[in-house]
DNA sequence: GAAACGGTAGACCGATCTGTTTACTGGTAC
DNA sequence: GTACCAGTAAACAGATCGGTCTACCGTTTC
């Protein structure tokens, strides 16, 4: 499935580029309160007057730290769907593999916007946009996919999609905490239930 | 279920109880590392001398804020499964009435413990503790549900566990992100079929 | 009646917070 | 060659951070 671009484009500039990875290093890492715009300038090996010629304020690179972990959660889903899925059913069971890699390899510390939310109350807050924008589109790209699998009378995959939305935000949070051996393994047999329910006859 | 007293005697002085309930609040509204201590001291009526007097600096209020909040929960879930679970299968299903009614008066911003541990990266710190405690603590009570219920072989217990504990955490993270219509609704109807399977001859 | 205790009142500490400002440098485009 | 732009360097502002300290008050306990 060719991609146009890995991600997003780069307009951003060289400084504003390292003020963004630092940021989201540091913001997963410590969580979002604690860090300072003075030590992701520092970590950036930037001033903090660029920080602010570039994004505004911390405020707004926290939204923008959080949409550019959706992009890339976006197109790592999607990829390895389309990468390691085979039928329906396998592609919709896929999205649980692609969570346990995704966690494996980089993200220890559970979802990053379940975290971010816990820091953010201000429903206004343009951060929380983008955690609800991304945890929606999670919710309808399930909802495809379930759909596509054989789910297709409406009401069952809209339950399909609610269903396995809840078992991706299980397996992660179980994940994160450290307390459940394979959280996302338990996650993905439940799934593999509510999918053989969903589209039988 | 005669329990000895609803929760801790309160051995606390006056003012460290009034301090730990301002604390509580603001720490599950506003965050961990939002709220400071002058604030709370503030709120609560008190000065921070008293404050550190009585818990000695802000990691411990943290950990006893988690604690308490633990103790708590933990009495709401039994007294409710006590009081409106009839037979074994029925009360694996009550905790997530309880959840709902629970999550539905009070907090409408997720877990406590999932929200503190976002704050708390160090898995040194004396909250991180209370907070792995509690997860403990709610699949082994599922456990033992599970178990009356039926599923006496200990492997399929165990698994039972895990998923219902996944279905909990599942459905109080899509609550308090409000993404969702009914997400404890969702994690009950799950919750009954694995509790079918597990208990199926 | 003196010691111990829980508390108030409030100043104080050094560090850090977000955010702003001035002055200067190097490259690029017209 | 000049206007613009991304950037550095560094000082500055006012507020807040966690935490300490002295002095005093009222009640209880021995």
Redesign the pocket.
Known sequence: MSRVSTAPPDEL??????ILDAAATLFYERGI???????IAKEA??????L???F????ALIAAYLRERDQRWRAWLTEWVDGHGGDARERVLATFDALAEWMLRRDPRGCGFVNAAAELPDPAHPGRRAVTEQKRWLRGYLYELGAAAGAGDPDRAQRLADELSLLHEGATVLHGLGVADDPVGTARALAEEALERATAP
Chains 1, 2 share one sequence.
């Open positions: 500039t060289p400084g504003a580029r390292k309160t604690a860090v300072g715009v003075d030590l090996g930037v001033t903090k007057k660029t602010y010629d570039r505004g304020g911390k405020d």
